[in-house]
Structure formats: structure tokens, C-alpha cells
């Protein structure tokens, strides 16, 4: 079981001054499709730092590559995926970022029933039916590292996040703001597809129902999605799979917002190519703003769910009682196999003896605040449709 939360808070959000980018930084866009690369670089191309232009003339060198691939694999592949069918339909983890979607994932994951994309699976959604193999033989092996903003093991192989396939495939998404973040940022806009011109619109339908069936067809199991942004489209997600399942992750508001002050500081030094010059307040209402825009967004949709496809828990109760929390999720949506995977969340937990969970101090001023603007609290029980 998880150990206490540490006493080390973190009060910053940003270093002071500027923040340069990482030279590497363009790196992390390798293998996005061309209407990726348009909408990052549109307008935009000018104010690329000097030192990450070397790696970014890089990795637009290695598009045709990864165009090709994806050819190749829409040529040799796409008969044989459309031949087995559509596969079942998903079960969408989701939840304001920094709640604990990714570890409501990965427990998802351990069912032999289930399977979760993996992270390779969603940085390269072009082509990884035809590379997957050769990616996972080279990594066998090898070990994961923590993520930069906690300590959660990571790797190519540990489930991913579909909101990367869906941006490198060529959807539009909230998270291709982060090499320039210096813009304008309209969340609402942003998270919310219905808000999209239709043919990007289509689009955005098109990368997530064949990344959905290439999976399908891949790991034969029901898949489990996870991404916070897709706690804004339970109802184009409920049109697109009507057999959908939602599981809806809350933390504490106070440390749902101090984590995301630090996840903001590790995007700002590894994900930008220009010089950062966001200041604190402007992070502070950023992070203000979008919780409240998802809470609404996630009521507005709860309303279309189905009876038995929506059940919500809380991240302190799951660490808490991770073997009640999941046999109750299980039994809200309608989900058989539990007692078969129970030992595996056991394990799960076992393994993971001493993890340290991050405290984040807030002065009064923002714990008022937080208190103010988030008046919805963390579920005090399960609550299911």
C-alpha cells in the first residue's frame, strides 16, 4: 500500500525569469502526422528558440518516414482490421488531471480481460501494428523510470494516454498549445470538440475510431481508454461507442490543484520550443478555470449516461482500499471478472510498498480560493448511474 503522503511540499510554479526550452524538446513530436505539424507550426514557426531548431528540422525530416509506415500499414493491415470488427466497446477512465486517472488505469489494465494502448502504441498510432514488435522485442527487458512529476514507473510498454495518438494522428487537441504556450490559451475551445469546425470535427471522429479498431484488433480484449480530456465528450463518445463505461476518478480539490502548479512547471522546462514567459497568476486561473469547466462538462454528460455505464470514486478511498474501491467500480459497470483479478491488484500494491505521495502546501489566500471556485468536493462514497 501506498505510504503517507510526504511532508515535502512544493509552494513554486514556475522558476523565476524566463524558461528556456530544452534543445531536445521538438523530439517529443516525432512521428506526428502532417496535419500535426501544421497545426503546431502555423504562424508560429518565427518564434522556434535557435538551439531547438537543429532537433525540430530533425524530426520534420523523419515525417515521410513515418507517413510511409502508416501507408504501408493502411495497405498490408486496414482489410484485416475492418474483418474482425469494431471490437468491443471502451471503458473511459476520466477525471480533472493530477486526480488519479492514471492509476485507475493501470489497475484497469491488469484484468486479462482488458487491455490498455500502450505508450508506444499512442506516440506512434501510424504505424505501430507494423513496428510494435520490433519495439517491444527491443525493450524487453528494460526497466521503466519515474515520471518527472511523480514517481509513478513509466515506459514505451506502460499503458498510454490516447489524447497523444489522437494529436499525432492528426486530430486537433488541447495539447498541441504546449510548444507554444506563450498563446492564448481558450480551454473551453480547446476541450470541447462540439466546438470544432466539422470537417476537423470529422477528423477528430476518424483518428479516434481507427486508433480504437487497430487496437481492437491488436490486443482482442475490451480496451481501456484513459484521458482527462475526454472528461468534456462523454456524450460524442456515448454516440461513437454506445456501449461506453465511464470511470470517474476525484482527489481532494486543495491537492488536485497544487499538483497540477507542479505539472505545469515540468511541461513548461521539457515540452515548449520558446522562451516561457507565462507568470503565476495566469497559471493559478488557467488551472481555476479548466477544473471548473471539466466539472461542468463531466454533470452535463453524466446526465446521458446510460443506467449501469457511470461510476464515480474517489483517489483517497482507492488508496485507501484499493480491493473495495475496484470491486465496487467493477460491480457499478456492470463489469464481470473481479475475483480473477483481485491477487493482481494486491500485487499491484505490494510492489509498489513505500510510493510516496506528493503534499503541496497553499497559502490561505489559495486554499480560500480553491474552496471558493471549487465547491464540488471529492465523493464521500461510490456514486454509479
Known amino acids: 500500500m501506498p505510504s503517507p503522503p510526504s511532508t515535502d511540499p512544493v509552494k513554486s510554479v514556475l522558476p523565476a525569469g524566463p524558461i528556456v526550452p530544452i534543445a531536445q524538446a521538438p523530439l517529443l513530436w516525432s512521428g506526428a502526422a502532417p496535419p500535426t505539424w501544421g497545426h503546431l507550426l502555423s504562424g508560429r514557426w518565427r518564434r522556434v528558440a535557435p538551439r531547438c531548431w537543429p532537433w525540430l528540422l530533425g524530426a520534420l525530416a523523419l515525417t515521410p518516414v513515418h507517413w510511409g509506415l502508416g501507408g504501408m500499414q493502411r495497405l498490408f493491415w486496414d482489410r484485416r482490421v475492418a474483418a474482425a470488427g469494431p471490437g468491443e466497446a471502451p471503458v473511459f477512465v476520466i477525471g480533472h488531471w493530477r486526480s488519479g486517472t492514471s492509476l485507475l488505469h493501470e489497475l484497469l489494465a491488469l484484468d486479462a480481460n482488458h487491455a490498455a494502448p500502450l505508450l508506444f502504441e ?186 449501469g455505464q457511470f461510476h464515480e470514486l474517489s483517489y483517497e478511498d482507492l488508496v485507501a482500499d484499493p480491493v473495495a474501491g475496484m470491486k465496487a467500480l467493477y460491480e457499478g459497470l456492470n463489469l464481470d471478472g473481479f475475483e480473477a483479478m483481485k491477487p493482481a491488484v494486491e500485487g499491484y500494491f505490494e510492489e509498489r510498498e513505500g510510493y510516496r505521495i506528493g503534499s503541496y502546501e497553499l497559502t490561505a489566500r489559495e486554499k480560500a480560493l480553491v474552496a471558493k471556485r471549487w465547491k464540488r468536493a471529492r465523493p464521500s462514497a461510490e456514486m454509479t448511474n
Open 122 to 307: 499512442c506516440a506512434r498510432p501510424l504505424h505501430f501494428l507494423m513496428t510494435g514488435g520490433l519495439v517491444r522485442n527491443f525493450l524487453s527487458g528494460r526497466k521503466p523510470g519515474p515520471r518527472p512529476m511523480d514517481e509513478m514507473q513509466v515506459g514505451l510498454t506502460s499503458p498510454g494516454e490516447d489524447e497523444i495518438a489522437l494529436m499525432m494522428a492528426g486530430a486537433v487537441s488541447p495539447y498541441l498549445r504546449l510548444p507554444f504556450p506563450n498563446d492564448e490559451f481558450d480551454y473551453r475551445e480547446a476541450l470541447d470538440v462540439r466546438r470544432l469546425p466539422e470537417d476537423e470535427l470529422r477528423r477528430w471522429k476518424q483518428c479516434l475510431e481507427r486508433f480504437h479498431r487497430n487496437l481492437s484488433y491488436r490486443h482482442r480484449l475490451r480496451m481501456i481508454y484513459k484521458s482527462p480530456t475526454h472528461s468534456a465528450r462523454m456524450e460524442l463518445l456515448l454516440e461513437m461507442f454506445p456501449g461506453a463505461r465511464f470511470a470517474c476518478i476525484n482527489r481532494e480539490p486543495e491537492d488536485v490543484f497544487g499538483s497540477m502548479r507542479k505539472l505545469v512547471r515540468v511541461l513548461a522546462k521539457g515540452c515548449t520550443f520558446e522562451k516561457l514567459e507565462l507568470d503565476e497568476e495566469q497559471v493559478e486561473e488557467m488551472i481555476l478555470g479548466m477544473y471548473e469547466f471539466l466539472q461542468e462538462r463531466m454533470e452535463e454528460g453524466r446526465a446521458a449516461v446510460p443506467a
